[in-house]
């Protein structure tokens, strides 16, 4: 189990260091942050894309009694998690180029 959370943290770490650094700098007007945020902001557009084709979002689990319960979700309120404020922020930072300098 500690393992699993080692792996998650490390997954997790690596995934949340170039959002930081994009939001760090990208309004300081740092090209390559803006470079790296449209990189990150595409990722989770594509993600968001994913989970929306996925289809109906299903899972069983067995309790400790011996028991299943399935649980089922919507893959739009899903996609729209991470379509929503990626999209966003792709948007805004496509658009204000001229802003930024390079360095």
Not at 7 to 26: E, K, M, N, R, S
Not at 54 to 59: A, C, K, L, M
């Amino acid at each position: 189990m500690l393992q699993a959370f080692s792996i998650a943290g490390v997954i997790g770490l690596i995934l949340g260091i170039p959002h930081l650094l994009a939001a760090i700098w990208a309004p300081l007007h740092r090209n390559w942050a803006r470079v790296l945020g449209i990189i990150v902001a595409v990722l989770g557009c594509l993600l968001g894309v994913l989970a929306l084709l996925s289809g109906q979002g299903s899972s069983t689990q067995r309790l400790p009694d011996g028991s299943t319960v399935t649980t089922t979700g919507s893959p739009i309120a899903s996609a729209l998690l991470f379509l929503v404020p990626y999209g966003f922020t792709l948007l805004a930072l496509l658009l204000s180029r001229r802003h930024f300098r390079s360095g």
